[in-house]
């Protein structure tokens, strides 16, 4: 535990650190690269973040502890798995929007702005490819290996319900963003269940990276095309507009999407109790101080990350 908790404390530290100095990093990057775009800095940032401050530091730690490797379920996933997996994410990505909408609408009746939470979306197919691996291959990876490798085995210690809700809490608390809070609490919750039923953080890796390309490619076709699309697109910014008939049938929607997608982790789950898996079971082992001033630490960059994305909500920002 001491070592998850350490991880996860120099995951915040530097996503703290990258989000306070990214414009003088990037203005660094504008004097060595005079060519380099907005778009190419962001992505050479995000991709510098994962590597320095998630996979490096896994890899490094799983080697000087040997205990940690063996428990990071580096099992193989079979093809049929990973079918089913990926299809799962397709569905749970409908239900993640809509949960989303939803939220947006919430978090605009209270009078906060969500201009600020736009992402980055490539402009062509070169920087599309390039979104993909910096977006979708390398977070579904990195963050797998912190989360479901690591921490994941070293809550289950506490039991396997607990391990699934504090690593979900823990995942959505370190991207540091209010209005995407539901959805990535519900994200952390479902990968966690599908490596635990598939034994195996291959299939977190693939639902992780299946839903955060479906999502890119989404963004990026309805910006693209959104003058064949006219007003059937609906962002963030035009949340606030929706008519009452509208919620109703989001309502509806996130209803049936919900039901399909418990359906198919109920199969799921069957699948695990037939080919004999079984959770974790909670030993009675309690978190030591060290451990839980490690925890803590983590916890209270992540809250500087939520505070300052409200105060921009608040319209506090430089």
């Not at 396997?160 to 994200?187: N, Q, W, Y």
Request: charged share 15%; with cysteine; glycine share 8%.
């Amino acid at each position: 535990m001491r070592a998850a908790n350490a991880l996860f404390l120099w995951a915040a530290a530097g996503l703290a650190l990258v989000n306070c100095f990214s414009e003088a990093v990037a203005r660094g990057m504008y004097a060595l690269f005079p060519a380099i775009s907005p778009e190419g800095a962001a992505l050479l940032l995000n991709a510098a973040y994962y590597l320095l401050f998630m996979l490096l530091p896994v890899l490094l730690c799983s080697r000087r502890t040997p205990e940690i490797a063996p428990r990071m379920r580096l099992n193989p996933i079979s093809f049929k798995g990973t079918l089913a997996v990926a299809f799962t994410a397709l569905v749970g990505v409908l239900l993640v929007t809509e949960l989303s909408l939803a939220w947006a609408l919430l978090l605009e009746a209270l009078g906060l702005d969500l201009s600020g939470a736009e992402t980055l979306i490539p402009s062509d197919t070169r920087g599309l490819t390039l979104f993909m691996l910096a977006s979708a291959v390398l977070p579904g990876i990195c963050e797998e290996l912190l989360f479901r490798g690591v921490m994941l085995p070293a809550w289950e210690r506490r039991g396997a319900r607990r391990a699934v809700i504090c690593t979900a809490i823990l995942f959505a608390a370190l991207h540091g963003s209010l209005a995407g809070l539901p959805a990535e609490l519900l994200l952390g919750g479902v990968i966690a269940f599908i490596v635990i039923a598939f034994d195996s953080i291959y299939a977190g890796m693939i639902y992780h990276t299946a839903h955060n390309a479906v999502v890119l490619l989404a963004n990026f076709a309805l910006t693209r095309y959104s003058d064949l699309l006219g007003d059937s697109v609906v962002t963030t910014e035009t949340a606030s507009a929706l008519s009452g008939r509208t919620i109703v049938t989001l309502v509806l929607e996130f209803g049936y999407q919900a039901a399909v997608f418990a359906a198919l982790l109920l199969l799921i789950r069957r699948r695990m109790l037939r080919h004999g898996l079984e959770a974790a079971r909670e030993t009675g082992e309690r978190m030591t101080a060290a451990e839980l001033a490690l925890l803590a630490c983590g916890a209270a960059f992540a809250g500087i990350l939520y505070f300052a994305d409200f105060a921009q909500m608040l319209g506090l920002g430089g």
